[in-house]
């Protein structure tokens, strides 16, 4: 079936770039999402693109897709602690009615 | 403003009850979605719906029942055949198989503990 991946741990330093990285299994998605999650809340869309995109920005967040390796990423720039919290991939695939998502990456920011 | 609304935000419940979470929108979005939550295995799909009336199973249907008579609500019963109902559970939303995106809106979330 279809399958999202991530890591479930990344720990930067405040300032510094953090990247989550994403690996998915199909192969005629139309929209992959980055969601984020707030301790005890929903999730709230950060950021979605396009399959026929190779990448887009929105201010300190920079998302990369290779379509040949089925690899999304997500680098936010200047991490700070206000960017603590589970951040999830996700994917929209062929069928529009169900999105899968990954297990979720927390990040957690050191001073 | 806008918005779903998930209730209770806490609930306990004594092993062999069935409990219902409600999930109520206003944003007039077509299709709705119960997703449980575990720590280290993310979202998983539960039921879904696209119209009124109609729903589907998703990944791990066994022991829950929804229903969804109304437009702007999609309950969830938690049934007393659910082996390990402990969990956070995430109603969402979004509008229909037309919309730009697809961007799903989340509620904040019912815990439900069983004791």
């Not at chain 1, 999202?4 to 139309?30: A, K, M, P």
């Not at chain 1, 026929?52 to 967040?61: E, F």
């Not at chain 2, 995106?101 to 004791?115: K, P």
């Amino acid at each position: 079936g279809e399958d999202v991946e991530q890591s479930l741990f990344l720990s930067v330093r405040e300032g510094d770039s953090s990247v989550i990285n994403c690996t998915y299994t199909d192969s005629s998605s139309t929209y992959l999402y980055w969601y984020k999650q707030e301790p005890g809340a929903g999730l709230q869309l950060l950021t979605y693109i396009f399959s026929n995109m190779d990448m887009k920005q929105d201010q300190r967040l920079t998302v990369l897709l290779n379509k040949k390796d089925k690899h999304l990423s997500l680098r936010i720039a200047d991490t700070q602690t206000g960017d603590s919290a589970i951040y999830f991939c996700a994917d929209s695939y062929s069928s529009a009615s169900k999105i899968i998502f990954g297990s979720g990456t927390r990040l957690s920011i050191r001073p | 403003d806008g918005g779903i609304t998930q209730s209770p935000k806490y609930l306990f419940r004594k092993e062999g009850q069935n409990v219902t979470l409600s999930c109520e929108q206003n944003l007039n979005h077509d299709a709705m979605y119960w997703y449980r939550q575990d720590p280290g295995q993310g979202l998983r799909l539960i039921y879904y719906s696209q119209i009124v009336n109609d729903f589907q199973k998703g990944d791990i249907a066994e022991g829950y029942s929804v229903s969804r008579e109304k437009k702007e609500s999609f309950p969830l019963t938690v049934t007393s055949a659910q082996k390990n109902p402990t969990a956070f559970y995430l109603c969402a939303s979004r509008p229909g198989e037309l919309s730009n995106t697809g961007e799903l809106f989340f509620g904040e979330g019912s815990r439900l503990t069983v004791l």
